[in-house]
């Protein structure tokens, strides 16, 4: 399989990329291997180039794209067709660049709120290096919108000025997620959320999932690739989901309206929690055994490694933070798909309905009101979803939301 069956619905980025890859590798074999400016300078006249910025809905496939194209610079098939574009998928280049193993391709992607000055930093030292195998040293930024404006600042410099044979790869939800001065210097790539169809297609296709349950995780996502997978594969994304799904149901009263806001905000820490229980543990006890945390010392660390371990406590209350947001963005994602096919039902079009499995509660919802009620109330989700990024006390902007959604 190729490195670009994954591009769900993407065929004009995906023929970018694959003709990009060609000139990339052209310039390889001009170069002779060798990591030097020559292989560079061609650059200006070929559809190569050192730095793109892929940008789309969430769920477009903005990371399998750049990840996909991190593979097919680094792809060293011997037995590719002429004039075909690399990105095999089998060859040792494929391979270790899509597991995350090639020493000359570095993903980055972060479950903290923010990336640092630090971190850049690292990022562009490392840029600086040449490719151990002699083609490109990759970097793969999955979550460039969370620069912060001072990291942002500091990978700039490594954008101007970049190494012959570094490629950067960012990715964010739109051009305005990155600072202008990076985004005037990347190649654009947009991609689009892909069809229902395609993405159930690749779910039964890639996952092995049942088509019956593959189509109803991609209708009910709309198209979201990631989050289509996860509700076709965790029993748990099910279970939630259904829960959220019934809270329009329920905040016909204010004691309703708080009850619902407070189970929303639980259901997030558990989430949280879940991540902690499985990762956190683990992270630590590396970490001990890294210090020297030696056995029949009462597990005591070592003079001087007390800092590391604040670091990595802070570290997994940020992952913690970042998770409940995640998980509450999801459950706001979801009401507003079922108050926008409440709203098609008012409006007389049942066309592409999201939530046909709670088709009976957007029945009861849309003949008791009328679409500009429905409006407002997708306008409360998104005012809380505003809030929230603001730093508004989580409880406090959900409560205000379900109170908004019975008056509507």
Same mark, same amino acid.
């Given at each position: ?34 990591? =030097? ?28 794209? &750049? ?23 089998? #060859? ?25 000055? +630090? ?29 912060? *404006? ?35 210097? #990347? ?13 159930? =297609? ?7 999932? =049942? ?5 109803? &995780? ?27 799904? +019934? ?38 006890? *590396? ?56 709203? &098609? ?24 009101? +009328? ?7 997708? *306008? ?29």
């Amino acid at each position: 399989m190729a490195v670009w069956d994954d591009l769900v619905g993407q065929d004009r980025v995906a023929a970018q990329l694959m003709a990009a890859a060609r000139d990339a590798d052209v310039l390889v074999t001009a170069a002779g291997g060798a990591a =030097d400016a020559s292989a560079a300078e061609p650059m200006a006249s070929s559809k190569m180039t050192h730095a793109w910025l892929f940008t789309g809905p969430p769920g477009s496939g903005r990371s399998t794209a &750049a990840r996909a194209f991190a593979a097919a610079l680094q792809c060293v098939s011997p037995d590719r067709a002429l004039g075909s574009a690399p990105g095999c998928g089998f #060859c040792d280049g494929c391979h270790t660049a899509l597991v995350g193993t090639h020493a000359d391709v570095e993903v980055v992607r972060t479950d903290m709120l923010t990336i640092g000055v +630090k971190e850049t930093r690292d990022l562009v030292r490392r840029a600086q290096l040449s490719p151990a195998g002699g083609r490109w040293q990759v970097i793969v930024m999955e979550d460039a919108d969370r620069l912060t *404006e001072g990291a942002g600042n500091v990978l700039l410099k490594a954008v101007e000025e970049p190494a012959p044979r570094t490629v950067w790869l960012l990715c964010a939800p739109s051009l305005e997620d990155v600072l202008p001065t990076i985004r005037s210097r #990347c190649r654009l790539l947009t991609l689009r959320t892909p069809s229902v169809d395609a993405v159930a =297609d690749v779910l039964v296709r890639r996952d092995g999932i =049942d088509p019956g349950l593959a189509a109803s &995780a991609a209708r009910a996502t709309q198209g979201h690739i990631g989050r289509a997978r996860r509700l076709a594969t965790d029993e748990r994304a099910r279970t939630r989901r259904a829960a959220v799904l +019934k809270l329009p149901l329920r905040v016909d009263d204010v004691g309703g309206c708080l009850k619902a806001a407070q189970e929303l905000i639980d259901a997030a820490a558990e989430d949280a929690k879940q991540v902690a229980e499985e990762i956190d543990t683990k992270e630590t006890e *590396e970490l001990r055994a890294a210090l020297g945390a030696a056995a029949g010392t009462g597990g005591r660390l070592p003079r001087g490694t007390a800092g590391a371990m604040k670091d990595l406590q802070d570290r997994q209350k940020r992952r913690a933070t970042r998770t409940q947001r995640d998980s509450l963005d999801l459950a706001l994602t979801d009401l507003t798909a079922f108050y926008r096919d409440v709203l &098609a039902l008012q409006l007389g079009s049942e066309v592409a309905l999201a939530n046909t499995d709670v088709r009976d509660a957007l029945e009861r919802i849309a003949s008791g009101s +009328k679409p500009e009620r429905t409006l407002r109330r997708i *306008e409360a989700i998104r005012a809380c979803r505003q809030a929230l990024d603001s730093n508004v006390a989580p409880l406090l902007a959900v409560e205000a939301m379900t109170m908004a959604l019975r008056a509507g």
